[in-house]
């Protein structure tokens, strides 16, 4: 495939809609949208954006309202389903942006600082994708730890299908590289990717919502392509303090696994039998059985399902 044009604009008046939610973070989501308000290239392209505020007590639906009007700012207190941590505040997001039948459709993570050319790259990206595909695309954005400078978020394949768990984070090149699934961090999807995957599924209680969508978006026939370059920072979640971090207690490990932020059995339960076919009940039952019996938990490879986009 050949290098992708940068310079390439969006069709006249395309529609992007950029989701995000957020929870008690005030500073680091504002930075996240004033990065995306500085966008450049985005002459022909109306951006707006929907943010759902998770009960933020610090004052973040408020510092936004002022700041960004563009911002549609949606109360998850409103929704009645408690508190929605990342993939229910997405799909609430989603769900909004849905109502108005955007051109495009945008995953951001709230602590996701996007490069000034970052979006003006992905709609080249995706304009020449659909140009040359018969198939709908989906469009992933990397990120690096703006520390260490190491690839930390974006598309993920997966080796083998022998382990379906086993996968590996896509280093961007120069061509767009295909992908099997994502970190929901920086995820560009076409309105006729959403029109066949549809919506993120809400049954996942934080995490992995987006490998799921991904996956499925595979499945139903669309294609995930990983774009050039890096197009952001955002720093990888650290292992010490949840259940894989060794130095705690197995009690208070078990029960971090279990929290909505761990692996919660209902999310995982459903993420195995969708995924894994008729040997789902091994691949449910080996985490937890290899915490209570096996050797203490090695950090799992990069971009793996356990590590998916969490924001909130």
């Known amino acids: 495939m050949k290098p992708i044009d940068s310079a390439v604009e969006a069709a006249p008046f395309t529609s992007l809609c950029v989701l995000l939610t957020c929870f008690n973070r005030r500073e680091k989501t504002l930075e996240c949208l004033r990065a995306l308000g500085a966008s450049t290239g985005l002459r022909q392209v109306k951006l707006s954006a929907v943010l759902v505020d998770d009960g933020s007590k610090d004052g973040t639906a408020q510092a936004v309202n002022a700041e960004f009007p563009w911002v549609q700012v949606v109360s998850g ?12 505040g997405m799909h609430l997001a989603f769900e909004t942006a849905l ?9 951001l993570n709230d602590d996701t600082v996007l490069q000034a050319d970052a979006l003006a790259g992905l709609l080249a990206c995706s304009s020449e994708l659909a140009r040359e595909r018969l198939n709908p695309v989906i ?10 400078g190491a690839h930390s978020y974006g598309g993920e394949r997966r080796p083998s299908r ?21 970190n929901g961090n ?11 995957v549809g919506n993120l599924d809400p049954a996942f209680e ?42 705690l207690p197995l009690r208070l490990r078990w029960k971090k696994m279990l929290d909505r932020k761990g692996l919660p059995w209902r999310s995982w339960l459903i993420f195995t039998r969708r995924h894994t076919g008729v040997m789902w009940p091994l ?11 096996g050797k203490p938990f090695e950090k799992p490879s990069h971009g793996a399902p356990l590590d998916s986009s969490t924001s909130s």
């Open 186 to 196: 920086i995820v560009l999807i076409t309105a006729q990717a959403a029109a066949k």
């Open 99 to 107: 109502r108005n039948r955007h051109d495009l459709y945008l995953l």
């Open 283 to 293: 691949y449910f039952a080996w985490p937890y059985a290899k915490l209570i019996f």
């Open 139 to 148: 469009v992933v954005g990397s990120t690096y730890d703006i520390t260490s």
């Open 206 to 247: 934080h995490a992995m919502g987006d490998t799921d969508y991904g996956l499925r978006a595979r499945k139903l026939g669309v294609e995930l392509w990983v774009a050039p370059q890096m197009q952001g920072t955002c720093s990888d979640n650290p292992t010490y303090g949840g259940y894989r971090d060794t130095s």
């Open 77 to 88: 207190a409103d929704s009645g389903q408690g508190p929605l941590f990342w993939c229910r």
């Open 162 to 182: 022998l382990k379906p768990f086993s996968v590996e984070r896509v280093a961007p090149g120069d061509v767009a590289l295909p992908c099997d699934t994502f």
